[in-house]
Every structure is written in structure tokens, then in C-alpha cells.
């Protein structure tokens, strides 16, 4: 009894903010006026900045630390809480359908800028192979549109192998350059392009998973209707829930080990016997791999899809969300996603302003707190392992 | 090929390697002061350009005419104004940084390009469309078969040659260039030598910043027209001419930003066919450059220390 009660007081804080965080994203994702969404917004930082004084945080991330299973099935819950809080607006699910999205395509690049060490500035590429790789499959192949998913992946990975070469013969700036021109000739290649549709673009077919239209509105009964986003957020949170475990379980093993040696110092990493160049293209891959399948589920989401998506500025973008999350925590680049995505859409005011607020913010965040909004914390090696 | 598209070619080519090398050396003179890679060096350049549109604007509104004034006051102008923004990015943003990881400068650098670049979109009138930049220099061209020399280009490379000259002399015969030079060789020997460390970066700031207004004009006075990104290809490109002449190196940076436009010109003279295809092959061409010789032709002279 009383350990059963010495858990439920672990995990209170965290299923207590848990419950706060769910109601203020349904309040602020539902409310319209602009004051009023900024009043909200400003209320939010307030409300964080009072938990971290009065020590509410630490605890928070004790039951994150402490019940990790429990508190993951906690915050899927309320994923599908806000989801059938507005089960047919349109607008809303496809902003909770873009966040999910884009938290896989950014644990992708966590594994190669959190972890590895391993720079890369062509995120948006990346997602962009894996959208180009699902129109072509969906409006010309037979293909399984689940095992398109991986095909997107899988497309991004091996694009990416022709820039493992440069990248390990590389260091800091100069890979970041390799990277940086990959971005710029990505975007350049599709407009000019004529075969993937050049500057128009290319359509997409919808999901289709054993004759189940993910882009039909769902109906039950004769007047209940439920918004087709919501297929995609449930896959994409399956997809989610895969990646995420994934990161984490590589993070807590001997290989996230051996990549947390490597980019804390390559030569001491190499001293020590790691096998330098197989770790940068197991991360670099995998990344990759990981930004391609999230790129896929993208393109059959949207139905449409140009070069203008994947400009470098959006690489920047995913570069920016890492950073401001806490580079290296998956759980800070799930909270620095939803601000980046949903405070432009929500504040129409700023949205045209977008890029220059946010460079701007991460020129801040490197100035004055440059270990992110949620730092990474000691590794743990077992769930629920505490230092004594 | 007729020989006087072939001239033509040549200019062309002459012309983009002046912007590059002159970008380039901004590169190469950041990286050998403080072993930092200043990513916004290509929106420098594009402020610079507005900068001096705007200043020509500004002169045409108060009624003066005089192609000549008008050509050096904007140069003045942009050059001085660009020389400011970089002694302040140094001072405000780059400095502070000194002792974080290289991947922090970098990001900062890069962010601080977006930022200027979308300030410039957002705020200059008009920003998001191409402007027209005035030709200021006399445009009175001789034929010679196909070929066609215009009087502003040959103005243009040779008032880019001056420039690089006259870096060379500062560099080389000042005192401010041995202390400059002093600070890239060591750091910590220059500020016992009682040089004022902080105060050569901030020129070396000011001074590439400064080439990079220049560079920018050049670029409207030739092609006649600006735009908001230009300074995200120009800066990509400089930064990788410096670096295939091997950072730190002054001559290097030059050689590589007239090789790197020979190879654009030679690109384009090759597959007329794939002319669209010119910066796709650039960019190819970079990445190959850094994957068979990563750390530039002309290799640093010092080898990394643990």
C-alpha cells in the first residue's frame, strides 16, 4: 500500500502538469483573438517561470525520470485528448499532425546533432527526399503506402550516403559548409528539375492502408463527422511512438554511449579504440533515415507538395527547434516543436515575421542559455536509475 | 567557339571572380583573426548592396545628379555603414562566444545571416521583389566583332584590383597589418607584445565587412539588379573560394574565388545545353572540392591541436 502510494506521489507533479499543459494547448489552440492568444501566451511563461522558481520543475522531471513508461502513456493520452477536443476542425489537427511530423523528422537530426556531434544543415532536404520519394511511389508504383513510409526513409538515407564521404573527411565548419551547399543545390535541383515537376510541384495520394482512405472524413452514425487529420495524427503518433523509443533506448545503450564519446572529444573517442567512422554513418543514416520516413507521412498528409518547402531557411528552422529544445533531449525538442510551429500559425501577427523572430530568439538563446529551453540531463543508463 | 563570345565568356568570368575573391578575403581575414567562420558575411554584402541603393535614392532626392559624386559618396556610404555592422556583430555577437564550442558560432553566424537577410525583405520597400540598381558608371561600349567591351565593366575590375591592392599593402606594409597579422599568428604572444586584441578584431571586422559592401555594389553596378538572397549564394561560394585557397590565406582566398568562377564560366561554356543547371553544378562542385581536399588546396599551415 504505501508503495503504491510512494509512486502515485512520483508521478503526481508529472500528471499534474501533464493535465495543466493539455487544458492550456486546448485553451490556447481554440481561442481566436489575437489579444487574446498573446494574454495566453504571456500567461504560459509566467506560469513556467513561476514553477521553476518555486522548484515545481525539479519535481515535474522527476516523475519523467523516475516513471518514464508510465509518464510516455500519460502524455499520449493527452495528445488524444486535445485531438478529440476538436475532433472536426480541420485547421487545428493538421497544426497537431504538422507538430508530430516534424518532432520525428528533428529526433532525427537529435541523433546526429545531440548525439554524434555530426553537423547537418540540409534537414529540409532530407525531408524533402522523403515527400518526393512518396509522390513518386503513390502516383506511379503499387507500393504499400505503409511501406512507403520506409521507402521515404530509406530514399533519405541513401541520398544521404553521397555526402558521407565529405562529411567524414570533414570537420566543424567545413562540414557545416558540405551541408549548407547540399541544402542550397536540393533546392535549386527540384526547380530546375523538370521530371519531379519543377517549381509547381507534385501531388500526392492520400494514405491508404488496406482500403481504408486516409483522406475521407471518417462518419459515425448520420451527423458525427471526425476530420481525416486524425488518421494521420493517429499514425503519426505510432510512428512517434517508434522513433521515440527508438532515440531513447539507442541513447540509454552502449552505442549511444560510444556517440556521446565521439562528439565530446573524437580524438580521445579514438585513443579509446572507437571506430570513429562507423559511428558517424551509423548517426548521419539513421538520422537521415529518420527525417525521410517523417518527410513521407508529410507529403501523403498535405496531398501537395513544391520546392519552397524545403528551402534552408526550414533547414534552419529544424536546426533552430533542436536548439531551442536542448540539444540532445528529445522530450525539450517535443515542447520546442510545438512552440515553433504553433505560436506563428496561432499569432497571424507574426507569422510573415517568422523567420526573423526566430533566428533572432536563437541568436538569444546562444548568447544568454545556450543548453535550451529543457538542458539534457545525466545520462541513465537503466529507466528509472537515480544517482545515489 | 567564335572568339569573341569566347571575350565575352573571360569577362564574365573576370567579373564574378573580382565579387568572389573580394568576399573571400573577408573569410579568410575573420578566420585568421579569431578561428571563426562568419556565416553572415553574404548578407553583409547584401545590406551593403541596399545600402547603397538606398543612399543613391536618398541623393537623387536632394537634387544630386552628378553620376561621379554620386558613385563615390555610395561607395563611401555603404563601405563605412557595413564596416560599423561588422566592428558591432564582432563586439556584440561574435566575441562573447569566444569560448563556446565552434558549433555555437556557427549557428549564431548563420541565424544572424537570416536575420539580416529577412530584415532586408521585410523592411526595405519592396524588399521581396528584385531592385533595379542604377548604372552610375559612363555605359558607352566598343565592339570588337562579338565581342563587346563596356567601359563600366573594365571600371569596375579595375577599381576591384585597386581594392585588393590596396589590401595587400595594408596587410602587408602598415602597422596595423603586422599587428593584424600578429593576432592570426598567436594570439596570446600579440597581447603580451601589447597589442590590443580586441580592438584588431574589430578593425579586421570593419575591414572585411567593409570589402564585402564593396562586393555587393560591384554586383549591382554589373548586373543592374539586387535582390534580398543574393548574399546567401555569394556568401556560400566566398566562403568556399577562401576555403579551397586554405583559410587564413590571403592569396589563397583570391586565387580560389577566380578559380572557382573559371569553373563556373567552364561549366556553363561545356553543357550549354544544362545552363539551368550552373548553380546545381557549383554547389556539386564545392561538395567534391571539400570531400577530396577537406581542409582547402592550399592546406592551413598549422595542423589542428588537441
Redesign the interface.
Known sequence: MSRARAMFAVLLPGIGSAVAVTVYVILLLAVESQAAIAALLVAGVVAVLAAARFGGMARIGRSFAERENAMNLVIILAVLAVTGFFYEDHFILLLMATVIIYVIACLGLNLQFGYAGVLNFAGAAFFGVGCYTAAVLTKNTAVPHLLILVAGGVMAAVVGSLLILPVLRTRSHYSAVVTIAFALLFKIFLEVNDTLGGPQGLPVDGMNVLGWEFNDDIEIGENFEIAFYVNYIVVGLIVLALAFTFVRRLERSWVGLNLDALRLDETAAACFGLNITRWKITAFTLGNFLTGVAGALYAMMLGFIAPTNFTFGDSLILVSIILLGGIGNPWGLVVATTILIIVPEKLQVIQEYRFLLFGAMVILILLFRPEGLLPRPLRTYLPGWQPK | MDVGLFGQYVMNGLMLGMMYALVAVGFTLFFGVLNV?N?SHGDVLTVGAFTGLATYLGLSAIGVSWAPAQVVIVLLVATTCMAGLGAVIARY?VL??KA?P???T???T???G??LR??VR?FYPLGANPQRFPPLLPTTAYSFGNFTLRVDSVMLLLAGLAVIVGIHLVINKTKLGLAIRAVAQDEETAKTMGINFTLIVLVTFAIGSGLAAFAGILHGLYYSEINFAMG??LG?IG??SA?VGG?GNIYGAIIGGFLFAALQTIGVLAMPFAS??K??FA??V???I??WR??GLISEKIS?R?
Do not use: C, K, R
Open positions: 567562420i556565416f555577437l562573447p562566444l563556446a565552434a558549433l555555437n556557427l549557428l549564431l548563420l541565424m544572424l537570416t536575420v529577412e530584415a521585410l546567401l549564394l556560400v566562403f568556399s576555403i583559410l539551368a543547371y548553380d546545381v554547389f556539386g564545392i561538395i567534391l571539400m570531400a577537406p581542409t589542428e588537441v
